[in-house]
């Protein structure tokens, strides 16, 4: 059943998180301090849930392979994430699982998150199904899930998919020695720039060891390619909470890169995405 359910899908991988979004603050809370936000929402959050979202929002066929939260964090967004048209069958939720929470604190333009992890990063005894499943392309939506799971480039890779892949800022990872080689086994790479610039790329785009793509925020993306580069301008939106607009980007992107679509045309649609989801709270439509 699982293989028909996902035949032709994008595949979007990552943990799932339970997000606390506390909006309407100056500035971040100091140490022995007490800050008071304006609003609190609970959301689904996680790169690959929010980004198969949007994919699925854009008509896209979308799965989800992912651990979720336990407890009360998963219930409080399991309605929401089976109303957005993504796929869970990958996806089973458990109540006995451990927490994943990140609280997210937004400040003006910018964020700052907190985050818990639980267990492995998605379900390894949905690894078989996922290598049936007939899906057309992969998305790993943070580098921590491929350091853990390498598994997933192979399996794509033998069943004919291509792979994305988002980095989501986690400094152990991106000193990892083999991060260069596992990011030269994708086909996409969307780090943000501060993600891109850690790794070198900035001041070296030759050293990119595959298509990258960084997210610039409010200025944009600029797409590092065996041409040269290639930079689009976002327009100016009113900014609401910034979580997840990278996700939402990589969504606006693939869905035109999928079809073929030039990197000029891949860039303008993730950075429409991208804006769409600043002028909202949380980063799934």
Not at 2 to 13: F, H, L, M, N, P
Not at 63 to 85: T, V, W, Y
Not at 209 to 238: M, N, Q, S
Request: aromatic fraction near 4%; hydrophobic fraction near 40%; proline fraction near 5%.
């Amino acid at each position: 059943m699982i293989s028909k359910q996902t035949d032709g899908a994008i595949v979007c991988a990552g943990r799932v998180y339970c997000d606390l979004i506390f909006t309407g603050l100056t500035e971040l809370p100091r140490l022995g301090e007490e800050t008071y936000a304006e609003e609190l929402a609970v959301e689904p959050g996680g790169g690959g849930f929010i980004t198969a979202a949007n994919l699925s929002a854009l008509g896209h066929k979308t799965a989800l392979l992912a651990s979720m939260p336990g407890g009360p964090f998963g219930s409080a967004i399991l309605d929401k994430m089976q109303r957005s048209g993504v796929d869970l069958s990958l996806s089973p939720f458990n109540s006995a699982n451990g927490a994943q929470v990140t609280a997210v604190i937004g400040c003006q333009e910018d964020r700052a998150f907190l985050t818990k992890r639980n267990g492995t990063a998605v379900p390894r005894d949905m690894l078989d199904a996922f290598s049936t499943s007939k899906a057309r392309h992969l998305h790993i939506g943070e580098l921590a899930t491929l350091q853990e799971l390498p598994e997933l480039l192979e399996i794509a890779k033998a069943a004919g998919m291509t792979v994305s892949l988002d980095c989501s800022w986690d400094q152990n990872c991106l000193l990892n020695g083999n991060v260069q080689n596992l990011i030269a086994q994708v086909d996409l790479f969307l780090p943000n720039e501060m993600e891109a610039e850690h790794l070198g790329y900035l001041k070296e785009p030759a050293n990119c060891p595959t298509l990258t793509v960084v997210k610039k925020g409010k200025a944009g993306a600029t797409a590092i390619t065996k041409d040269g580069e290639i930079t689009v301008a976002a327009d100016p939106v009113p900014v609401v909470d910034t979580t997840g607009a990278g996700d939402a980007f990589n969504a606006g992107f693939l869905s035109s890169w999928l079809r073929g679509a030039d990197i000029e045309t891949c860039l303008h649609d993730g950075n429409k995405c991208g804006a769409a989801a600043v002028m909202r709270v949380g980063g799934a439509p």
